[in-house]
């Protein structure tokens, strides 16, 4: 078996010699080339792959030395038995330092020849599963780490992160998806962080129809040159919970053809990891966004506020972006509460919840932060237009008939307060500090806007 699938390079400038490797070896099933000289022997090794080569010490033009080191220079070098007539300790010494498997001596007992040649790829094949094994088992751990995490923030950039080294890449991105539509950065290799979006926007659609490890289509490909990318060289990975899409890793820069070490087994199977951690993340986030939601307008509460402030200050820091925190504040909700009763006021604080959601987008994250207080969480927002997303809202909600349905139609305000990452502090503590001083300033008047710089002689962080 070890013979049909074991290819060896025969390299002899003796007609002879030539002659009864051949028999001696195609006897014993193996796959044979034959050269009559060094010079085409070096020539053949860059062209094709083989498990040993055969050469004699001294030959016209390049020697069995330098056909050895030539094979010893090949990515997977193949093992090299050296064969010379005229034998010393100082040649065979010679030989050995330089990488030969083995050296044998003219003239040779054939059962000798062939017992050395059966040993070294004996030797060579158990090495080559042992390799083989050791990789099956380091893939198996990798595998297995990869498809245990169950926290989204550290499962997407580790499966980015080996997604790249085992395809050979060194360029890509990754992604989640928000009620499936708006698109998130979640790690960046290698590419800006406005390219990466750019190139989200466009494979998005591929991403629909396609499972698993793919390359996108086609039709795509003109789109892609615009953006300085070649779709010969993008692979993208689907990441779903259930049949949902919600989120994914796209690979730049994978070699049109790839390269023979890249094992696609190996590679499908790393995906199969991922997609099975992926889907169990998306379900422990969704446990924990029932932990972290209020139940009576569906926002995040105010828990959630802390844990979303750290994770977006990371990626702030990271990708060098700006985001604006926003602290809101109905005015008089208590007369709601006083004149119609409790259940009016839960209802009206249900339409506020309603009527946030239409001033903010997707990516943004709101919140209840208790009682008729509400925040809201600004991604990639410096502070004016903060100031134009908060007065938004502060329209929307004064020019709002609430309790319509219950024959009580009511009108309130809101006073606003945001503070600004990194422009008015670094810190999260100090960050919550004056988006709350912010909005109480403006409590003072009602229904207005205040940011950090209304606060007089404030303090940042």
Known sequence: MIADQSKIL???????????????LLEEGYRLDICENGDDAIVMLQQREFDLVLTDMVMPGSSGLDVLRAA??????????????????ESAIDALKNGARDYLVKPFDPEELKH???????QRHLLTENDQLRRQIQLYRIGQSLSSLIDLDHLIPQALEVLLREMNASIGCSFTLKDGVSATL???????AECAEQLIDTLLPQFDAMTGLCQPGDAISARLLKLQQRREQIWILPLRDGEILKGGIILCDVVAELDLSVSLTDVHYLCDQIALGFTNACRYRDAQEMMYTDDLTGLYNHRYLRVSLNREIRRAHRYGLKFSLLFLDL???????????????????????????TCVRDVDTLFRFGGDEFAAILVETDDRTARIVAERIR???????????????SYITVTAGFSTFPTDTTEKEALLD???????????TRNVICGVVDIPEKGTG
């Open 10 to 24: 025969i390299v002899e400038d003796e007609l002879f010699f030539r002659k009864l490797y051949r028999d001696l």
């Open 72 to 89: 010893k220079a090949l990515p997977n070098p193949p093992d090299v038995i050296l064969v010379t007539g005229h034998a010393s300790l």
């Open 116 to 122: 050395l040649v059966s040993n070294c790829l004996q």
């Open 186 to 192: 979640a790690e960046l290799k290698n590419l800006p």
């Open 331 to 357: 005015d008089r909700f208590k007369e709601i509460n006083d004149n119609y009763g409790h259940l009016a006021g839960s209802a009206a604080l249900q339409e506020v919840g309603h009527l946030l959601a």
């Open 395 to 409: 329209t929307v909600i004064e020019g709002h008939a609430f309790l319509e349905d219950e024959k009580s139609p």
């Open 434 to 444: 004056l988006a709350d001083r912010a909005m109480y300033i403006g409590k003072t």
